[in-house]
T-cell receptor, first 119, second 112 residues
Framework: GAVVSQHPSRVICKSGTSVKIECRSLDFQATTMFWYRQFPKQSLMLMATSNEGSKATYEQGVEKDKFLINHASLTLSTLTVTSAHPEDSSFYIC???????????????FGPGTRLTVT | AQSVTQLDSQVPVFEEAPVELRCNYSSSVSVYLFWYVQYPNQGLQLLLKYLSGSTLVKGINGFEAEFNKSQTSFHLRKPSVHISDTAEYFCAVSEGGNKLVFGAGTILRVKS
């Protein structure tokens, strides 16, 4: 149980285009999902907290107009990187918190990540 | 504000030897503590967590960690490592069960 998927796993896009990454909780409902960014050989940095049915909460320094987050259902959150530039190339990882599981109330389940390369 | 310090960026160890990966945190309130493992080009897998209760926490793959409030530490240990334990390990802290703050990570390299 507690599986989170991401799609696509890898994407290459041209500078100036937009890319959408999907994050799904497969066997549980998640009112809260998180989006992280990880640069090579570095730790995960939280970009934003995605709440179902409401606006995402962005961390300081993250451009909300560039990284659009939509959490339209209890099992799906999407991150759209708009007008992508080479410096947006990174590994993007989402996580989801089980809304109903008491044992995992404070636990985040992570997706496998999406490698974005902007050329 | 919370912060997490993983003192070792890399830890080389021979197969079947014991290992300890160190983690210290700073927080002004009670915290929840986690250890995650990341294999290359993959997401994070939870190894173990401390929420409350016994300070010695046992996790998957033979790992355990001890919460030490006075030293604000949550070191990860395994008595005998295997080649397959080679990966990057992240310590993380959460205040109130919301967002996680991660340490910089420790790469464990198990040599035969």
């Amino acid at each position: 149980g507690a599986v989170v998927s991401q799609h696509p796993s890898r994407v290459i896009c041209k500078s100036g285009t937009s890319v959408k990454i999907e994050c799904r909780s497969l066997d549980f409902q998640a009112t809260t999902m998180f989006w992280y960014r990880q640069f090579p050989k570095q730790s995960l940095m939280l970009m934003a907290t995605s709440n179902e049915g409401s606006k995402a909460t962005y961390e300081q320094g993250v451009e909300k107009d560039k990284f659009l987050i939509n959490h339209a259902s209890l099992t799906l959150s999407t991150l759209t990187v708009t007008s992508a530039h080479p410096e947006d190339s990174s590994f993007y990882i989402c996580s989801a918190r089980d809304s109903e599981g008491l044992a995992g109330a404070y636990e985040q389940y992570f997706g496998p990540g999406t490698r974005l390369t902007v050329t | 504000a919370q912060s997490v310090t993983q003192l070792d960026s890399q830890v080389p160890v021979f197969e079947e030897a014991p290992v300890e990966l160190r983690c210290n945190y700073s927080s002004s309130v009670s915290v929840y503590l986690f250890w995650y493992v990341q294999y290359p080009n993959q997401g994070l897998q939870l190894l173990l967590k401390y929420l409350s209760g016994s300070t010695l926490v046992k996790g998957i793959n033979g790992f355990e960690a001890e919460f030490n409030k006075s030293q604000t530490s949550f070191h990860l240990r395994k008595p005998s490592v295997h080649i397959s334990d080679t990966a990057e390990y992240f310590c993380a802290v959460s205040e109130g069960g919301n967002k996680l703050v991660f340490g910089a990570g420790t790469i464990l390299r198990v040599k035969s």
